[in-house]
């Protein structure tokens, strides 16, 4: 699974309608949401940082409520934008996941595991763990 890392709000307009995860890197206003909204129609996550998140109105975080949309906390450590302008998802946890997973955990077991071990946030974890491709 990859999440597209969103620095500016330039960038906003150059995305890919189709993406589903976003994490924006930089402190959006209302407008920046709106705009990533009406290009990705299929979003269904926006992360950003524990920083920002307390500066997002009560109306942005209805609208997001209302679209169905997920608002996480948390941050993509050790991504280098200049690199890639997507931070996937590390096979490591992705085979974890798998693993415990096999033991008969929980999805709430695994996200309070890895999000322990300092994997990911525990949010975003419980966000990987409902899609279809690990359930199988």
């Given at each position: ?28 206003s209302?407008?920046?949401?709106f ?81 322990r ?20």
């Amino acid at each position: 699974m990859k999440i597209r890392v969103v620095s500016s709000r330039d960038e906003i307009p150059k995305i890919d309608s189709n993406e589903n995860v976003i994490h924006f890197a930089f402190r959006p206003s209302n407008k920046d949401i709106f705009s990533l909204v009406k290009r990705c129609p299929n979003v269904e996550v926006i992360q950003i940082p524990s920083s920002y998140r307390s500066t997002l109105s009560k109306s942005i975080e209805m609208f997001l409520d209302m679209q169905n949309i997920k608002l996480i906390e948390g941050d993509v450590w050790g991504h280098r934008k200049d690199i890639n302008e997507y931070y996937s998802i590390p096979p490591a946890v992705v085979d974890k996941i798998k693993e415990l997973k096999s033991e008969g955990k929980s999805n709430e077991d695994i996200a309070d595991k890895l999000s322990r071990e300092g994997k990911m946030n525990k949010e975003m974890l419980k966000y990987v763990l409902s899609k279809e491709q690990l359930n199988q």
